[in-house]
Structure formats: structure tokens, C-alpha cells
């Protein structure tokens, strides 16, 4: 069953005769023909990239990536048999260029461009650099057109989240081509970016607070006897299952809770102790400070 999706939310199957056409660099988007650049060929830009590729709709001769090592160059290249190199200027041939790399190395990239000839039409930029704003983006890339995304790390496995905010220009094909390159990998929402904030913090931090989650469950299986592989196997299918649950039936996770709690039984004794231990304010705080770090990182 495929999953349903929020009001709001755009989840576009890829379509060639439906991709943009417009005039300018940043409107060379023609299906399969498309040249991208990519600033920072890490996790994250590998696996929006790698889908496009393995269903033929990049050609991996038009991928031009850029990597801070030559050693990291090196095995692309022999892995994935692309075109990658260490000047970041290379990235900038494409009409379009996803901007992937930390954001420390923001600086760093724009000086290099600035330094170098600018082009001379604009590019379409998308940026996945986590609490980076349009208007910084803006000011130091003044001819691109901008796209503002955060993606999460189940895009690893096609099953990610991406808030897309838009910047000033764009036309309704570039952002269908951009809605349909994140498409590929999950889910895609349209969001006023003051709540990419939020979004962040709870899609794209919250992968690593359920993950404490179930290592946390997994060890309190081993304290109870369980094995550790075991236990761990059973963490991750408990929490799969679970989430599965909660979007399929549409539950409130109040509804489940109180599905699985019987009176005096192990639930309610375990739900006891986890509200002692303050485990939803703490959860709660966490998503809260992962919001405020990111509008910090701005």
C-alpha cells in the first residue's frame, strides 16, 4: 500500500515528456540529457544522485562531482565509474548543482566561485546544508536560483522525508523537476521556510533520537536475557512495525498506546517508569533544541 501523504505534500513520479524546458542555463532540465553538478559527493547527495542514474534518468557521463580529497575522487571513480574531481569549479558547468557539503565549508565554496569567472547565466542551486537560509545562499551565489531542501537519512533507503523551500524566480517547471528529484527517494513537502526549523529537527535529528531509542530498548531486552543480536533485530522490527501502524491505520499515538495497555498488566508498568524517568519531556527538549540550534547555525 503506498503511503499516504499530508495535505500539502508533493510526491511526483519521475516523467520525462512532463520535465521543465525552459530558456537560460538553470532551464537546460530535460529528462535523461540533464547535466548536474554536485558540491560534496557525500551520503546524502549519493543516494538523492545514485536513483537517478540507476533508472537511466541521469546519465552517470553527465554527473560532474566535486570532493574535498583525491583519494576520495579516486575510488568514486572506480566504484561508480564518474566524472569526479577536487575543483570545486568543475560542479559549475552544470545548469543545475546541488550544494551538499558541510556547512563550514560554505565560505570556503563561494570564495572559490567568486574568485574564479562567475557564470555567466544563472544556475538552478539546491542547497542541503542544514540551518543555511535563503538569503545567505542568495548573497553569496547572486546569480543562482535557489532551492533550500532538508532531506533526512532514510533517503539512504528510499524512504526519506525532504522540506523544500523556495527561493525567489523560480518557475512552476523547475520546481516540479526539483520536487521529482526528491521524489525519488520519500516523501516531499512545500514548507514557508521559518518551519524548515522544526522540520529539521524532527526528521532529520529525530532519526538519531530513535535510534537511542531502540539501542536503549535493545540493551534493556540484553539485561532481561535476551541475546544481543537478538535483541537488536527485535528493537528495530518493534519500532519498523510500529511506526507502520501508527501511518497506516492514521492512529494518534495515544490510540496505540492505549491498545496495547492493559490494566495492571507489563505495559502500564513500563509506561510508569518511562514517566518518572521523564522520557516524553526529554524527547520533547530534544527536538526543541535541535530546532534552536539549527535557526543558531543561520
Known amino acids: 500500500m503506498p503511503p499516504r501523504v499530508p495535505p500539502g505534500a508533493a510526491r511526483m513520479i519521475w516523467s520525462d515528456d512532463r520535465s521543465p524546458d525552459t530558456a537560460g542555463a538553470a532551464g537546460e532540465i530535460n529528462g535523461g540529457e540533464i547535466t548536474v553538478g554536485v558540491i560534496g559527493l557525500g551520503r546524502m547527495a549519493q ?3 545514485f536513483p537517478l542514474i540507476e533508472a537511466g534518468l541521469l546519465d552517470r557521463q553527465r554527473l560532474l562531482a566535486v570532493v574535498a580529497s583525491e583519494a576520495s ?3 568514486l571513480r ?3 565509474q564518474l566524472a569526479v574531481s577536487t575543483d570545486p569549479l568543475q560542479a559549475w558547468q552544470a545548469p543545475v548543482v546541488l550544494l551538499a557539503v558541510k556547512p563550514q565549508q560554505l ?3 563561494a570564495a572559490a566561485l567568486a574568485a574564479a569567472e562567475a557564470p555567466t547565466s544563472p544556475r538552478l542551486l539546491i542547497s542541503v546544508l542544514a540551518g543555511v537560509t535563503l538569503a545567505r545562499l542568495q548573497r553569496l551565489f547572486p ?3 535557489m532551492v533550500r531542501a532538508v532531506p533526512n537519512t532514510p533517503c539512504l533507503v528510499r524512504a526519506g522525508l525532504t522540506g523544500l523551500a523556495w527561493g525567489e524566480g523560480l518557475s512552476a517547471a523547475h520546481k516540479e523537476w526539483v520536487q521529482q528529484l526528491f521524489a ?3 516523501e516531499v513537502l512545500e514548507l514557508p521556510e521559518p518551519q524548515l526549523d522544526g522540520f529539521l529537527a524532527l526528521t532529520s535529528s529525530g532519526p538519531a533520537f530513535v535510534a537511542l531509542v531502540a539501542e536503549a530498548m535493545a540493551d534493556g531486552a540484553v539485561a532481561a536475557g535476551l541475546p544481543r543480536s537478538l535483541a537488536q533485530h527485535l528493537a528495530h522490527r518493534t519500532l519498523a512495525g510500529t511506526a507502520a501502524l501508527l ?3 492514521e492512529l494518534h499515538p495515544g490510540q496505540l498506546k492505549d491498545m496495547v495497555t492493559s490494566p495492571a498488566g507489563t505495559t502500564i508498568a513500563g509506561l510508569r517508569h518511562l ?5 516524553r519531556s526529554a524527547l520533547i527538549e530534544a527536538v526543541v533544541a535541535a530546532a534552536d540550534r539549527s535557526r543558531e547555525l543561520a
Open 47 to 49: 543516494a538523492l544522485v
Open 73 to 75: 575522487a579516486e575510488r
Open 78 to 80: 572506480h566504484s561508480h
Open 107 to 109: 565560505e570556503g565554496v
Open 143 to 145: 546569480n543562482c536560483l
Open 184 to 186: 525519488r527517494v520519500g
Open 247 to 249: 501511518h497506516e491505520r
Open 275 to 279: 514517566e518518572r524517568a521523564g522520557l
